[in-house]
């Protein structure tokens, strides 16, 4: 695939994950795609997705920085949310956070079949701080 093929692909899974399409899902990753070291499948996958929006209800996967190098993708994506509860064992309560993911993505047959993701926690536990110090 093109890089300028591969570039779409991944804006259109985006835009699949943003309207949460969750049945054309399979359309952009792979049956056994692997998360992190770990196999998960699609089905753990889309399990994966459905939870993180039921606990942030608001979440939009807004692309920072992209570089493609097929069959690779890497992107840092911005995300302006508010949990509703806890997120990465954080308490949020439903305030607004915002904070970048750096992730990247292995294309096999046009499809994602392994990601490495990396949400920057400190980021969150900043923001946590200077509000709870403005109190």
Same mark, same amino acid.
């Given at each position: 695939?093109?890089?300028?093929?591969?570039?779409?692909l991944? /804006?259109d899974?985006? @835009? %699949?994950?943003? =309207?949460?399409?969750?049945?054309? !899902?399979?359309?952009?990753?792979?049956?056994e *795609?692997?998360?992190?070291?770990?196999?998960?499948?699609?089905?753990?996958?889309?399990?994966?997705?459905?939870r993180?929006v039921?606990?942030?209800?608001?979440?939009?996967?807004?692309?920072?920085?992209?570089?493609?190098?097929?069959?690779?993708?890497?992107? /840092?994506?911005?995300? @302006? %949310?508010?949990? =509703?509860?806890?997120?990465?064992? !954080?308490?949020?309560?439903?305030?607004?956070? *915002?904070?970048?993911e750096?992730?990247?993505y292995?294309f096999?047959?046009g499809?994602?079949?392994?990601?490495?993701?990396?949400?920057?926690?400190?980021?969150?536990?900043?923001q946590?701080?200077?509000?709870a110090?403005s109190h």
């Open positions: 695939m093109s890089e300028c093929g591969l570039s779409i991944y /804006r899974y985006l @835009d %699949c994950l943003n =309207r949460r399409d969750w049945e054309a !899902l399979g359309q952009f990753v792979d049956d *795609v692997i998360h992190n070291g770990r196999p998960i499948g699609l089905p753990g996958y889309r399990a994966m997705l459905e993180d039921g606990d942030i209800p608001d979440l939009q996967f807004d692309i920072e920085l992209l570089v493609v190098e097929p069959p690779v993708v890497a992107s /840092r994506l911005r995300f @302006d %949310c508010a949990p =509703r509860h806890t997120f990465l064992g !954080l308490h949020i309560g439903g305030k607004r956070i *915002v904070f970048a750096n992730v990247f292995a096999r047959g499809k994602i079949a392994q990601v490495w993701s990396i949400i920057d926690k400190t980021a969150i536990e900043a946590l701080h200077r509000a110090e």
